[in-house]
């Protein structure tokens, strides 16, 4: 309770200063092919939603990737490494223009740009995918995890697939 | 077009039927050809669900092929497809998905269409000051938008180039119409949702790929691991009496391990899901699990448990095709039956844990195709012809496309 205590009393500057590290971490994970340590970012009962925007402005509730608490994120990890069929590639993760919105029932609302580059053999990098991050983090422990990640992304048409997280 | 000569090279090789050549996935002049003659063809494309326009004014900006057209709700109640090309100039002056409008306005020079597709306004038809202007004898009735022939079957819209294709029952024929109706029963469509991926490989491969069940159980781990579809469930394959639509069905049956088993490499008993919400099916429809059913010249209707989706290809040259899915499910489903249908969603889509290894697949095929036109693909899986089969060990409906294709391509 006391960390919460402490989030909650935090400066606006020490809050932003602690989500950059939570993002900066996050895309560090995936970008280095950590999957197997990103449901940790998440609470156990998480929703985790990667959104075409067109859906996302329309209301309409279909996501393009749908993992629900954090079995649903180690069944994506499983995906990944055991059962999906893909071509090599790297993708990396820029994360940018970190927005709090506030505190609301013990939830912080986050919203940040996000690009991903695409790397795959004989091709040369790509903008994957553009969006923007709709969080809402909780403090569990001594650290900020994500209670809802929604990636809402513009880049309707996916290149081929999206196999990596976001 | 049409005389055998213009496509000199282009000979269908030995073994007719059980081959495919490789040219025909490559080649811009057989691109071409399967434009003017599938797509704007004697064929029915699927091209909008009714419940995407269910007012007046409302439309969907879609292709044809390579066609850009827009389907319209008009004020009374009809619907309309006509090209997305103004009758001036050729400017694609539609270019939102989805919206509502009264009529639709040209950027360029403002040439108004109402939601007909007829021509309702010229800016400065009689000129300016007594001067320019349109000749005295311009009529807009002869410059409105090219209109296509349009049929509704419960829910699900489809366009027409030709004046004189079929009637669309006649065109599914009776197998097909039925398995039509199982999912357009007559039930109200509710759009999910849109996913949309650019896929660089031809599109006949993906008509491939969902008339061919041999690779089910072998490319997808993920299906077989989890006990959704193995070589040894019971199943079929259904196909028109022309062999240009095909459905791949299937049902629950007993999982055990098997003889077939031993087979799949990709079987891996020790794999288990934390998550099992996405694998709880409902038993919905009649007798079958599982029905993909691929109607020429342009759709997929996905039915795999109770994910409902129209898989509409839109071709982007020969090496490239957008796969434009719209997910969907029925107005009157309760809220536990929306969920399931969202959750199962993961397993299809640019993201889906089975149909992702599709995509890529397709890619290294057109990869290994594309630099060899000479050479050619072998399906003698199940025979070298093709007919209805009571197994998924098949790649009839595969044979029976291009039974058709050479037909309509004159190859």
């Known amino acids: 309770m006391a960390a919460a205590e402490r989030y909650l009393n935090m400066s ?58 954090r079995g649903g994120l180690l ?74 990640k ?6 309707l048409l996916i290149p081929n697939t999206l196999i990596f997280p976001l | 077009m049409g005389d055998k000569p213009a496509f000199p090279d282009y000979v269908w090789p030995e073994g007719g039927l059980s081959r495919v050549p490789y040219w025909a996935y490559s080649d811009p002049e057989i691109y071409k050809r399967e434009q003017e003659r599938i797509f704007c063809g004697k064929s029915w494309a699927y091209v909008a669900l009714e419940a995407e326009i269910p007012n007046a004014g409302d439309y969907k900006r879609t292709f044809i092929g390579d066609k850009p057209v827009v389907v319209t709700r008009d004020e009374a109640g009809g619907i309309n497809v006509f090209e997305n090309r103004c009758a001036h100039r050729g400017v694609q002056f539609c270019q939102k998905h989805l919206g509502n409008t009264p009529e639709f306005m040209c950027p360029y020079h403002q040439w108004t269409y109402n939601l007909k597709g007829d021509l309702i306004g010229v800016p400065f038809r009689r000129g300016v000051k007594q001067q320019g202007g349109m000749p005295a004898d311009f009529d807009t009735k002869d410059h409105g938008l090219r209109k296509l022939k349009v049929v509704a079957r419960n829910g699900a819209i489809f366009a027409s180039f030709s004046d004189d294709v079929e009637p669309f029952e006649a065109y599914l024929g009776t197998s097909m119409l039925a398995l039509y109706d199982r999912v357009f029963n007559g039930r109200q469509i509710e759009v999910l949702g849109y ?8 599109w006949k491969l993906m008509f491939e790929n969902i008339k061919d069940p041999y690779h089910a159980s072998l490319l997808h781990v993920f299906l077989v691991s989890f006990g959704l579809f193995r070589a040894d469930s019971p199943s079929k394959v259904q196909m028109d009496p022309t062999g240009r639509h095909g459905a791949l069905v299937s049902w629950k049956g007993e999982q055990a391990k098997t003889e077939a088993l031993a087979d799949m490499k990709s079987f891996n008993a020790d794999f288990k899901l934390n998550d099992t919400t996405m694998l709880q099916p409902h038993r919905e429809f009649p007798e079958f699990t599982v029905v993909m059913t691929t109607l020429w010249p342009n759709i997929i209707i996905q039915q795999q448990s109770n994910t409902l989706a129209m898989r509409q290809l839109i071709t982007r040259g020969p090496g490239e095709f957008e796969l434009a899915w719209t997910f969907f499910g ?23 844990f089975v149909s992702a290894d599709d995509s890529e697949v397709m890619k290294y095929s057109q990869q290994g195709i594309g630099p060899s036109p000479d050479a050619e ?30 037909k309509v391509m004159e190859l």
């Open chain 1, 150 to 155: 929604l990636c809402i992304f513009d880049t």
């Open chain 1, 75 to 148: 069944d994506r990890v499983v995906g990944i490494r055991k059962t999906m069929m893909y071509a090599p590639r790297y993708m990396r993760r820029m994360i940018t223009g970190i927005r709090i919105l506030g505190w609301q029932d013990g939830e912080l609302s986050v919203r940040a740009n996000y690009l991903a580059l695409e790397t795959l053999n004989d091709e040369t990098t790509k903008v994957f995918n553009a969006g923007q991050y709709q969080d809402k983090l909780v403090v569990v422990g001594e650290h900020l995890r994500f209670r809802e």
């Open chain 2, 195 to 202: 996913s949309r991926q650019l896929i660089p490989a031809n």
């Open chain 2, 330 to 352: 029925y107005a009157d489903d309760d809220a536990e039956m929306k969920q399931r249908r969202l959750r199962q969603a993961n397993l299809m889509g640019p993201a889906g």
């Open chain 2, 377 to 406: 693909g072998v399906m003698e899986m199940g025979g070298r012809e093709w007919q209805d089969e009571p197994h998924m060990v098949t790649e009839c409906a595969i044979r029976s496309f291009y039974d058709y294709y050479r």
């Open chain 1, 12 to 69: 606006a500057r020490d809050l932003r200063l602690e989500l950059e590290e939570v993002y900066a971490d996050y895309a560090g994970c995936l970008d280095e092919d950590r999957f197997e340590d990103w449901p940790a970012f998440f609470t156990d009962d998480c929703i985790y939603k990667i959104i075409p925007r067109e859906n996302f402005d329309r209301g309409l509730p279909l996501a393009t990737w749908r993992s629900e608490g």
